[in-house]
């Protein structure tokens, strides 16, 4: 974690938009590897206690929090995301506080309003989703993780829209420190009838956590009327709405994916399907967390200025690809401890899941640096048109691999998935925006592409020890050409030495 701030604090006295990139980088992977530490003990500790039977029914109601959360959060965490960004770089600080005010009471009228609608419609989710009624108490409890998972999203937005990424960290990595602690004695003693005290628990103390680090400042409480509060959120809620749609659909894609792979295969099979998506989201895709951070604020920023977007969309691809190349060749070289160390030996079935998805995830660096600025430019029409299109090919590509090739199946339909996203998003951009990655770019991620794919070819090696050998060599050609990379924007020399000698004055 030293290492990380040291680079960050290196990176802070350079200003131009590579360095800016890197900054952000650094310090948000400092925090995601210590969440995956985190993650790592959780997830191990959980798949002992409760089971894939177990993931399966909390990667059930996860899925449903994050459906309601989408229908009544109305896109406001990413919408505020947009207007504070803006309003940063060019208004006075009272219409910020103004701003901060007005986000802060519709966030909370939304939480409340997405509790009540889980009370009122908690049977039907039930049956929705596990195909009973026998989880109807469950969900209505879960009505207060909604309120709260709510108020936490409206904390992060203003940190991100603020520009306060120090202090965002920071709430990150005690949050996730505390809602560990709350947890895991909760899944111990309880197991299965913890899932849900667990879930709340964790949502509670975290926004408690990210409270605690937005009143550093005592700021001045300004009242607004309900049509004072209308009035100044009609901003909002227009972006907002369309990105609600959107999440909704996304959210809505992956809850009837996970009762598709339910009807087929039960819930275990759905515990598998869940605890492959954390590996290929979370652990590997941890980059796309620690970079979207800075990234949409500083696009949203700058999104009227076509050069600009242009510099700033190719580095960000630049970075991310040469990032996540050694990330997935050191999973396909120790996939198998990898899985056994995070879940169970009965885990081991999800590694064609996780083998193919964690490939896709090369695109899908590509098509995340790309997405954002349909979005950052608020082009709400062309961004519901992809939404609906990508989820719908999401689904029917998942149900197709699924009933075809069970979970290995589901790893090919998600790299299929991720290069189809890619090449449409490409296109589209470059024709509605003048978008364009240049030779630079492309001459990293083809060579990012031959290594993985020579990576792939090499795990398919009988000889184990042939195989580690081969593969060794792989991530050391990686790692040494993403150093290369890296060193002709940012002098690595330098950082060092400033680590090293900060070291040795201790």
Not at 92 to 99: A, L, Q, R, V
Not at 184 to 196: A, E, H, S
Not at 345 to 366: M, R, S, Y
Request: hydrophobic letters at 50%; glycine letters at 8%.
């Amino acid at each position: 974690m030293q290492l990380f701030l040291i680079i960050n604090s290196f990176l802070n006295e350079n200003k131009n938009s590579y360095k800016q990139i890197l900054k952000a980088t650094t310090l948000f992977g400092g925090v995601q590897v210590y969440n995956i530490l985190l993650s790592v003990i959780k997830t191990k500790i959980v798949a002992v206690l409760i089971g894939a039977n177990g993931l399966g029914v909390l990667g059930l109601f996860n899925s449903s929090i994050r459906l309601i959360v989408d229908v009544t959060k109305v896109g406001l965490d990413t919408s505020a995301v947009k207007e504070l960004s803006e309003l940063n770089s060019n208004a006075e600080s009272c219409e910020i506080s103004d701003f901060i005010s007005v986000l802060n009471k519709v966030i909370w009228i939304t939480g409340v309003l997405g509790a009540f609608l889980v009370v009122c419609f908690s049977k039907p989710l039930s049956v929705w989703t596990f195909g009973s009624d026998k989880y109807t108490i469950h969900f209505t409890w879960l009505a207060i993780a909604i309120i709260f998972n709510q108020l936490t999203k409206g904390k992060i937005a203003i940190f991100q829209g603020n520009h306060q990424l120090k202090k965002l960290a920071k709430a990150n990595l005690m949050g996730s420190s505390l809602a560990l602690l709350i947890s895991l004695p909760i899944y111990f003693y309880f197991r299965m009838d913890g899932i849900v005290p667990a879930i709340i628990g964790s949502f509670v103390i975290t926004y408690l956590v990210f409270l605690r680090y937005s009143n550093t400042k005592k700021t001045k409480t300004i009242k607004h009327s309900l049509s004072e509060i209308y009035q100044k959120s009609k901003a909002m809620f227009s972006l907002g709405l369309t990105m609600s749609f959107t999440s909704i659909v996304g959210a809505l894609t992956l809850w009837l994916i996970q009762i598709y792979i339910r009807n087929q295969g039960g819930v275990e099979a759905v515990g598998f399907y869940s605890a492959g998506l954390v590996i290929i989201n979370s652990y590997v895709g941890m980059v796309f967390s620690a970079m979207s951070t800075d990234y949409f604020p500083r696009l949203s920023a700058i999104n009227r200025d076509k050069v600009a977007v242009n510099e700033v969309v190719n580095k960000q691809a630049n970075i991310a690809v040469l990032i996540i190349t050694p990330i997935i060749l050191l999973f396909l070289t120790f996939d198998f401890l990898i899985i056994r160390i995070l879940y169970t030996k009965e885990f081991l079935v999800i590694l064609g899941l996780v083998t193919f998805g964690v490939l896709g995830t090369l695109f899908k660096a590509v098509s995340f640096s790309i997405g954002y600025v349909i979005i950052a430019k608020g082009d709400s029409r062309i961004f519901i048109k992809t939404s609906l299109f990508f989820n719908a090919i999401l689904f029917l590509i998942c149900a197709l691999s699924y009933h075809y090739g069970g979970l290995k199946g589901l790893g090919i339909g998600l790299l299929l998935h991720y290069f189809i996203h890619f090449t449409v998003l490409k296109i589209l951009t470059h024709y509605l925006y003048g978008l364009t990655l240049n030779r630079a770019f492309y001459k990293v991620f083809v060579l990012c592409v031959f290594l993985c794919f020579i990576g792939f070819l090499g795990t398919l090696v009988g000889q184990k020890y042939i195989r580690f050998l081969v593969m060794v060599l792989i991530v050391s050609i990686s790692v040494i050409f993403t150093l290369r990379e890296f060193n002709k924007q940012i002098d690595l020399k330098e950082i060092m030495h400033k680590f090293l000698k900060q070291n040795k004055e201790k």
